[in-house]
Nanobody, 125 residues
Framework: QVHLVESGGGSVQAGGSLRLSCVAS????????VGWFRQAPGKEREAVAG????????FYADSVKGRFTISQDNTDTTVFLQMDSLKPEDTAMYYC??????????????????WGQGTQVTVSS
């Protein structure tokens, strides 16, 4: 079992920044990727960013490229999502996820097994 806990959400004005954190209790031996996803009311959950743990390669949804940065700490237990130049359309519940088993699946919602409880991000105009 992998337990994930997110933090760092909040309310910010458009153009502002937030940094989300996700602490993992452990990773399984097959866990290739960790990712950040978001879900706005009435919409499907969508990928935001993914990180391939073996090499640190990162992947981003087109909507956040150049504004968001995913990274991990040296202990490989915490994953961050730095969000800059936030827009009202970034408003959503943000979730971290673990245990996607292939590099090619780092941004696929369906390939993740473990999910955190989510942290709310609200961006006002």
């Amino acid at each position: 079992q992998v337990h994930l806990v997110e933090s760092g959400g909040g309310s910010v004005q458009a153009g502002g920044s937030l940094r989300l954190s996700c602490v993992a209790s452990a990773y399984t031996s097959s866990s290739a990727c960790v990712g950040w996803f978001r879900q706005a009311p009435g919409k499907e959950r969508e990928a935001v960013a993914g990180l391939y743990r073996a090499t640190g390669s990162t992947f981003y949804a087109d909507s956040v490229k150049g504004r968001f940065t995913i990274s991990q700490d040296n202990t490989d237990t915490t994953v961050f999502l730095q969000m800059d130049s936030l827009k009202p359309e970034d408003t959503a519940m943000y979730y971290c996820a673990a245990d996607s088993t292939h590099r090619e699946w780092c941004l696929l919602v369906s390939e993740y097994t473990y999910w955190g409880q989510g942290t709310q991000v609200t961006v006002s105009s």
